[in-house]
């Protein structure tokens, strides 16, 4: 019996699931025979994501190799996959983005929504045969006044809009926040005491400083931009949907969890 159950737990392939355009990861169990495509449907399930068509809409992506999982008929395990690795799933609705070079030539570029930095920066690595990429930063024009360094780590859909330009530059010693802190007091350049926390906050603080969240500005608050995107994934079939209250507790704990920066836990019930 002991060894059945082991044979059993052998065939099975524990993988960590981010989704990042709703903020929320989980661990799934796969049968080591599943495909790509049934597990895409396992996982808009787990997700509570409409499987229908989910082969148009969606796809997997492996970080630590930045492959996408694009052949639906193979088995999970045909692309290396390991027992506790990490894989996105993605909207396939690409972006469109503009890239500078540091001689300032154009490029082009096409890439989903969920990418994050890092690979726009490791695509101008390649292409170029750059040696270190620690040694260069991305930057947005075309939003805000002036330019924004993109942050490697979030996607694509939290940051950007398509059809902007992004400039490669080597780094400059320059904080990020320099622009936002001169502005806020009065162009003097100085850091009043909390106003470094406040530069994430999206509850409590004043309308001018919600505009910005993680060193970027945007139109409307951070939050408000997010919730759009929840409820546009999974919330339009909500039955009573702005009828019932909220858990009061919960609303607590995901302000708290998004004045911290952004909410790690998630945001699926």
Known sequence: KHDKQLSSALKMLYLKVIVPFIETNKTVKFESSVTVLEALRIIATKVQIAVDDVENKYILFNPETEIYLDKLACYLQDYGLKMQD??????????????????????????????VGKEILNHFVRRYSLKDSSMYEISVEGETEGEDVLDLALPLSQLLTPQLQIR????KKEALFTRFTKSKNNNKGTLKRGDLENLQKCFGVPLTEALFFRGRQFKVPYIVRKSLI????????????????????????????????EPQHSLVS
């Not at 396939?92 to 969920?114: A, E, Q, V």
């Not at 490669?168 to 780094?171: D, E, G, Q, V």
């Not at 009573?240 to 209250?245: A, E, I, K, N």
């Open 86 to 115: 990490v894989i996105h799933f993605r909207r396939k609705s690409p972006f469109s983005l503009c890239l500078i070079t540091l001689d300032s030539k154009s490029d082009t570029m096409t890439i989903s929504p969920d990418a």
């Open 168 to 171: 490669l530059r080597r780094k």
């Open 230 to 261: 929840h409820l546009e994934v999974t919330g339009l079939d909500a039955e009573g949907l702005f009828r019932v209250s909220g858990n009061s507790s919960e609303i607590q704990k995901l302000k708290g969890w998004f004045n911290q920066g």
